[in-house]
């Protein structure tokens, strides 16, 4: 998973599954686009994510979620609900203000 925080008034964790960074995915009106410039942060392992999204959620930060992968773990986490995953195209996408 590629993992960016970006430094705002209120943090942001960009967090995307590695394969789909670059990729833009279109239903009907709607466009879901993975951002290079906005996701490449560091490429990390599960582990290492859960510890960043452990850290941030202590310090009110925005997650911004995109793919299976990074979705589950925020699940797992329960830093997401269900009823709040959509999708388009199949791949699933969140997003979070602590």
């Given at each position: 998973?590629?993992v960016k925080i970006i430094k705002s008034?209120?943090?942001?964790?960009?967090?995307?599954?590695?394969?789909?960074?670059?990729?833009?995915?279109?239903?009907?009106?709607?466009?879901?686009?993975?951002?290079?410039?906005?996701?490449?942060?560091?490429?990390?392992?599960?582990?290492?994510?859960?510890?960043?999204?452990?850290?941030?959620?202590?310090?009110?930060?925005?997650?911004?979620?995109?793919?299976?992968?990074?979705?589950?773990?925020?699940?797992?986490?329960?830093?997401?609900?269900?009823?709040?995953?959509?999708?388009?195209?199949?791949?699933?996408?969140?997003?979070?203000?602590?």
């Open positions: 998973m590629f008034y209120r943090d942001i964790v960009a967090i995307c599954d590695s394969d789909l960074l670059g990729k833009v995915f279109e239903e009907g009106k709607f466009q879901l686009e993975v951002k290079e410039s906005f996701y490449r942060g560091d490429e990390l392992s599960g582990e290492e994510t859960s510890a960043i999204i452990n850290k941030m959620v202590r310090e009110d930060a925005t997650f911004n979620i995109v793919g299976k992968e990074s979705i589950s773990l925020a699940l797992k986490h329960g830093l997401i609900k269900e009823e709040g995953i959509k999708e388009i195209q199949g791949i699933p996408f969140a997003m979070v203000l602590m």
